[in-house]
């Protein structure tokens, strides 16, 4: 016989569940799937979507929710996306800008609200620094490809370089981690014009200049036009060195045979002989119609693992942030990229690695993993951070 | 810096300017003639570039493929005047800076949907690919070269058309004095469709033949646009003949900013300095050109409009 009682019983059960289930874990991403950094963005939402996809759609087996709003690559939109996130969603993680600006202008607030901001790319040298805080998480600083990159000229035994950046802020210190390694002499050192076309005349100065070798630190775009117009220039002669971004998988697809030889520096390739990379590499080409992943998809499942160990080292109690971002400093998860560790300003100490462009066993262009440049390596910056 | 340095360097400045005339002719013919400001003109060199690699990549030949590139182009622009741009030409120019505005964040998005938000391949024809010893010290590319050609050849075409053909003659007619051509019984109507078709033929032709030596990406329309809207306030609105010239100007300004002015500065000032200074200049040299010509002649080199 049915009696009220059962009908409060029955209610308060119910409502015990649906409070239960409406406290899943919130994730805040800012997805950066057009603007400027649209083809990156699309990458790292794939990783995304791959980790979620893995992970069942938890975290340390929570039930997780996973926010997912473009901002355009716009560092103002980007702050909006975070306010709303953390006044009406409160979020418990944070990831997703691909631009240091973006990550830059969305720190504060999400430091002062105590959220776990694990970055899916940008190292902005102001977080390493003077500007460390314990709920920033980086995937490399931005210097240290450079740095790779000009240990490996020196190992190459390059004794004049050319080397040449967009006149911006980052253009500058990319070319500055390159020469606070690199030990030989530069013959020029060549700022061009941001979203610049054409490149015949810095081609010309390349060639008269006649280097060993050119390292070019020329995102998106810029890149693929220097590369094809210096190829087609007849410069194929003296190599080519680059940091990671500018010879990744995309760049790849758009630049075609040019890029054959092309040296490159990365914390991650796809071709890393390790169970996880190799589980992540087959799983996302199943996924993504054969298409080799770049190092922006590989970082943003990593940050989405980050999030998921820790969730699982709190024990789910998530109340304690303190104590998340205590777990989120000793990773516990097999990144893709191999062992690593947080130094004190919670940037990894990790390896670097050298890769050439060479064409796989179908006959596409691809990295290929040449060897180790930095064991264990860190930033320059770690020494401004109190933490 | 040898003789033959400063050659290659005229040269690069010829070719790059150029390379903007094409855009900029079509730009200045429909912006003098229609009194209408397209900012989708780059728009369709986005598209030219994008069907020329498209079909230049499943078909094999180049030359096929710019030609598709342009025939398809006219397509789009023919669908973007009837949608859109009819309704603009009474209006003001803020009314048709932001229409033509919204038509290029709806193409980005349109290409992003049809192709992904990546630049794709756009390959260099295979017989064009390396190097030709222009002389026995430089080395050029071939395929710079065939653009110079290409620029050369559109610049002599556009003058025998605008300056010695009926149509031509109607053209400049509508550009000088637009009712006073209607008057005269111009159908204006009809030179205006077939100006809007001109300029995006010419749009596609640039953006199909700059796609090999440049990226294929969405927004390259946006950053071609600037260098080209420079070009024709310098060469004076409306003017063929002016875009032309101002053209070469800015490729020869821009180029001899960036290959010349960082080493000069270089021998002259201390090297923190010439550091900082010399890529800034570089860069706007070709707006310091523009300041310089509009003080002289408010109108421009060439006005259209006496």
Known sequence: MFKPKHAVLAAV????LVAQAADPVKVGIALDISGPFAAAGAEARDGFDLAIETLGGKLGGQPAEFLKTDFAGNPEQANQLVTRYLQRDKIDFFTGPIASN??????????????????????????????????????????????AAGKFANEKGYKNMVIIAPNYPAGKDHLNGFKRIYSGALKDEIYTKVGQIDYAAEIAQIRAAKPDAVFFFLPGGMGINFIKQYIGGGLKEIPLVAPGFSADQDVIQAVGEPMLGLYNTAHWTHDLPLPANTA??????????????????????????????????VGGKLDDR???????AKPSFKSVRGEFSYGANNYPVQNYYLRVVEKDAEGKLTNKLVGTVMEKHQDAYVGECAL | MDAIFIFEQLLNGLGYGLMLFLLAAGL?????????????????????????????????????????????????????EWLVVRRLYSRDHLAQVLATF?????????????????????????ALTGPV??????????????????????????YLLVNHTRMGMLVRAGASNRSMAEFMGVRVGRVFSFVFALGAALAALAGALMGPIGAVQIGMGEAILIPALVVIVIGGIGSVRGAFVAALLVGLVDTAGRAFLPPMLRAVLPPSLAADLGPALAGIAMYVLMAAVLTLKPAGLFPARA
């Open chain 1, 13 to 16: 059960l119910c409502s015990a």
């Open chain 1, 102 to 147: 973006s990550a830059l202008a969305v720190g504060p607030a999400l430091f002062a609200a105590k959220v776990p901001f694990i970055s899916s790319n940008p190292g902005p040298s102001q977080f390493a620094g003077k500007q460390c805080n314990p709920f920033f998480f980086g995937q490399y600083q931005n210097d240290t490809y450079d740095e």
């Open chain 1, 280 to 313: 992540f590499v087959s799983a996302f080409r199943k996924k993504y119609d054969g298409r080799y992943p770049t190092v922006y998809a590989a970082m943003a499942y990593d940050a989405i693992m980050a999030m998921d160990a820790a969730v699982r080292d």
């Open chain 1, 322 to 328: 303190a104590a998340v971002a205590k777990a989120l």
């Open chain 2, 28 to 80: 200045t013919l429909v912006f003098g003639i229609m009194d209408t400001m397209n900012l989708a003109h780059g728009s369709l060199y986005m598209a030219g570039a994008y069907i020329a690699a498209k079909v230049h990549e499943s078909s094999g030949s180049f030359l096929g493929a710019v030609l598709v590139a342009i025939v398809a182009t006219i397509l789009i622009a023919a669908l973007i």
């Open chain 2, 102 to 126: 919204g038509v290029i964040l709806i193409a980005d998005d349109l290409v992003k949907a049809i192709w992904g938000p990546s630049p794709i391949m756009a390959p260099t024809p295979a």
């Open chain 2, 133 to 158: 010893q222009l002389l026995a010290e430089l080395p050029y590319p071939a395929y710079r070269l065939v653009l110079l050609g290409v620029g050369l050849a559109v610049a002599l075409g556009l």
